[in-house]
């Protein structure tokens, strides 16, 4: 075995791996933001979305959501659509923030967290891309990584429904982040 002597010994370079979040909050491009108190039972739906308008300049990158199902017996059945027209006359979300809170002044999304806290109502156009259930007292969440891309003029919608006999609470929350698109 050949002598390893301490001068013929590089030093390794660090390597700091960041996750893309974290990356993307100190730039000051990362936003979470949830919306009031959603209200389903049987007939009556609600939903929340994350609108990318046409004029934003920004493709957002949906990376998690969240739902919380506030009732002690009833399942709520949450349908994750792409680009669809959702129903009823949404309100924009207040409860929305940079995630790097250090940074002045604060970074605004251009992307806007709407919600309709019930409605009769379902999603017209678009694809549902993925259902889930969530349980009584329980939070579910599912991260996406980014991977869904939507450009200025599209939507991901959380749209929620039951077939309860009472009306259930939840509430439903994102994360995202938001990059300039690039000129052709």
Known sequence: MPEIYESSVKPLPQVVNIPNPLYKSLQ???FIGQTQTLFVDNGKNAWAGLINPANSGRDL????FTISNF?????IT????LNTTPPGDPAVSSLVSPTNTELYPPPSPK???QFVQSTDGTPSGGVNILDRIVPP???????EDGKIIIPP????LMFLKSSAGKTIEGIVA???WEKEREKC
């Not at 949450?78 to 659509?81: F, K």
């Open 28 to 30: 000051g491009k990362y």
């Open 61 to 64: 990158f949906f990376n998690v």
């Open 71 to 75: 009732s002690s017996s009833d399942i």
């Open 78 to 81: 949450a349908e994750l659509w």
């Open 111 to 113: 992307v806007v967290l």
């Open 137 to 143: 007292n329980t939070t579910l969440v599912s991260e």
């Open 153 to 156: 003029g599209g939507n991901v």
């Open 174 to 176: 994102f994360g995202w």
